[in-house]
């Protein structure tokens, strides 16, 4: 069942992607994407990918501030997220974050439900910061009408979610002897188990009521965020097509279409692209230029991550191999 599950996701994922793909390549022809994609300047795009290993970075650095105080090898945390990074772009399963749980997994002070809860503090930031970059782009240009009302629901959902986290971490023993009342009764095996994993989890958020660390996150967060805007300004400037405004909507639009949970093919492509044009065209950007950047901006941003996933597991295994043959020769 679970097989034909992952299967059925898969081909609905090479079906959304290939009509996003048709959608966009409709119209264009491989000689007009051609001549749009010999117009770029190497500087641009060098920029771009300058700035993608800048971002990784920060993301380690702002994990690091969640996670203290436990602490990991900054070459572990960069490992472990850009490998749940990718898990959630090549996977049908969303189950990157599982990922990054486990590959920390083996630090005594600390636990997976531990390391799950900064995740998803990390997503609650992270959704703060699409909600301020929405509202900054709002400022910048007249939004259709959809995008506001999305961003309405947004910011409700986003304050009706963190007041829960509040009261859950408020109020943690109490809803921790409650749970405890009631799987008493019930016939469950680790029952124990349980109420260890949920109070793991909320230890896991208690950054979002730490007001100092609150701040070094947000910090951090804000500067992950306002690096992609660059990011995407390095790519239109890259194509002559240099705007704030784009960047930042660019940068909107990306974060909410590739973060939904819709089928697509690895690594989403066609759903990159089209969003990429469909954002572009407000802009009078023509629709062979427009693809061309999609496709630029897709590779900046997925590249350099899998290539550090490639060098850090090949160093990962070396560093095994070594302590082996230590161990052996003792």
């Known amino acids: 069942m ?37 117009q770029a300047s190497y500087e641009g795009i060098i920029i771009g990918v300058l700035l993608i290993f800048a971002i990784c ?5 702002r994990w690091a501030t969640l996670l203290t105080p436990q602490s990991y090898p900054f070459r572990r945390l960069l490992l472990a997220l850009l490998a749940g990074q990718l898990s959630n772009s090549f ?13 920390l997994k ?51 959902a986003l304050f009706l979610g963190w007041l829960f986290a509040m009261l859950l971490l408020l109020y943690r023993p109490r809803w921790l002897a409650l749970l405890t009342r009631v799987l008493a009764p019930l016939p469950l095996p680790g029952k124990d188990k349980i109420v260890r994993f949920l109070d793991n989890l909320l230890k896991g958020l208690e950054p ?7 701040l070094w996150v947000t910090i951090w967060s804000a500067l992950i965020w306002m690096l992609g805007a660059v990011v995407n300004l390095a790519i239109l400037w890259a194509f002559g097509k240099p705007s704030l405004a784009a960047s930042l909507f660019l940068l909107v639009a990306l974060m909410a279409g590739i973060s939904a949970p819709i089928p697509a093919a690895p690594g989403k492509l066609g759903i990159y692209e089209g969003i990429a044009v469909a954002v572009l065209s407000f802009f ?13 901006l ?8 899998v290539a550090l996933v490639i060098l850090l597991s090949l160093a990962e295994q070396r560093a095994i191999i070594l302590v082996e043959k230590r161990q052996s020769g003792n």
């Open 2 to 38: 679970k097989g034909a599950k992952q299967i059925l996701q898969w081909v609905l994922g090479l079906l959304i992607s290939g009509l996003c793909l048709w959608l966009v390549f409709r119209e264009i022809s491989l000689q007009e994407l051609r001549n749009a994609l010999s």
């Open 106 to 156: 083996g630090n005594p002070q600390s636990s997976t439900a531990h390391i799950l809860g900064t995740i998803a503090a990390e997503k609650v930031w992270d959704l703060g910061m699409l909600l301020l970059s929405a509202l900054l782009l709002w400022a910048l240009m007249p939004l259709p009408l959809w995008f506001v009302s999305s961003l309405e629901a947004l910011a409700v």
């Open 284 to 296: 009078q950007v023509p629709q062979a230029q427009a693809l061309a950047i999609g496709l630029v």
């Open 91 to 103: 996977l049908p399963a969303r189950g990157g974050d599982l990922i990054r749980a486990l590959l």
């Open 208 to 214: 979002l009521r730490q007001p100092v660390k609150a």
């Open 57 to 61: 970075g920060t993301r380690v650095i």
């Open 298 to 305: 897709h590779a900046v941003v997925l590249i350099p991550p």
